[in-house]
């Protein structure tokens, strides 16, 4: 393998990431809802050499959650319906986060609500305890809410309404939107013009599984969210659809990233950064390892600056040495 623009036996690429007025050291996030509420992933790895970690969605108050079974495994996917339990934010605050701060963790946390009011009320408890917070993720897309409240992020409208009431903040927000639209784009115009900074993009598509032996649903909750590699390629093309059509536009990409590869591909498509969510359930050190691989990646590929590549994949590959080197790398696949 010819490793390009090597200099001294180094080749050092820079992973600096920039989401609007969020810098980070690199791209790679843990993904909300896929590693605990918080601390938990420290017993695997240094949580400070992560972009950033991306807490379970909690709520202004605690909320219960689904009924069991919460998690049916599928081939290639997940399915999930947990239904948001959550401790709220007073009691999140108290026993995870003083553990994130100790761990250095570059925190995102992840708010959702049944109403545009508790979505306010989240960001008001959560204004008084920003040490080590960098930003917030407003999940406006979970799929496996039961009551009155639809998926905001079905609508432009709702969503505007979300964002505008978490902007008091005053940190920056990313929304995070539902595949399951056919107006992603409106969406994530409204969300941005609401002040977000930026989107991530896809929350899990919906899904059902039945065991036909019993004639019962596999999930308590009914219907759930589907995630994993069966979803990247759902997610990949959202994310390259919406860059085109707002070119512009700061992506945080996610939905069945479980490699090196599959991040690089998914900043190709046009996303700034990317989470790593179900890969984490069977393997925890998994986004501290997809970084590796995608450094090293870069490395074997010439890309000296990580940000370049954001996009990139409408114009084809034309990185230094990218063709040869790719060459390489598919004849070692073979
Ligand atoms: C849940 C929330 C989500 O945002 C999601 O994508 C899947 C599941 C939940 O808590 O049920």
Redesign the pocket.
């Known amino acids: 393998m010819r490793i390009p623009n090597r200099k001294n036996g180094q080749f050092s690429v820079d992973l600096e990431t920039n989401l609007a007025s969020l810098k980070l050291d690199n791209p790679v996030m843990t993904a909300?809802?896929t590693s605990g509420h918080g601390a938990e992933l420290s017993a695997f790895f240094d949580l400070s050499k992560l972009g950033a970690v991306v807490v379970k969605?909690v709520s202004a108050y605690p909320w219960p959650?689904?009924p069991g079974p919460r998690l049916a495994p599928l081939a290639g996917a997940m399915l999930?319906?947990?239904?948001?339990?959550g401790p709220g934010i007073g009691a999140w605050a108290k026993d995870y986060l003083p553990g994130l701060r100790q761990a250095g963790a570059k925190t995102i946390v992840s708010i959702w609500g049944k109403t545009v009011e508790e979505y306010a009320e989240a960001s008001e408890l959560l204004a008084g305890r920003l040490d080590g917070i960098v930003a917030v993720e407003v999940?406006v897309?979970?799929?496996?809410l039961k009551a009155k409240s639809e998926i905001f992020s079905h609508s432009a409208r709702a969503t505007r309404a979300v964002i505008e009431a978490v902007r008091p903040i005053g940190i920056p927000i990313f929304a995070k939107l539902s595949p399951n639209t056919h107006s992603v784009a409106e969406v994530a115009e409204a969300a941005v013009e609401a002040g977000a900074c930026g989107v991530t993009m896809i929350?899990?598509v919906l899904g059902m599984s039945i065991d036909p032996l019993t004639a019962s649903l596999d999930l308590g909750g009914g219907g759930g969210?589907l995630s994993g590699p069966a979803i990247r390629p759902i997610a990949l093309r959202a994310v390259y659809e919406l860059k085109r059509r707002i070119p512009e536009i700061v992506i945080i990409g996610v939905g069945g990233i479980s490699s090196g590869r599959d991040a690089l591909a998914m900043m190709l498509a046009g996303a700034s950064a990317i989470q790593v969510g179900t890969a984490t359930f069977s393997d925890p050190k998994a986004p501290l390892r997809v970084l590796g691989e995608l450094t090293e990646l870069c490395a074997r590929l010439g890309i000296s600056r990580l940000s370049d590549v954001v996009g990139y994949a409408p114009k084809g590959m034309k990185i230094t040495s990218a063709v040869e080197t790719l060459s390489d790398m598919k004849a070692e696949d073979r």
């Open positions: 909300a809802g969605s959650g689904n999930n319906s947990v239904g948001l339990a999940n897309s979970c799929p496996n929350n899990t969210g």
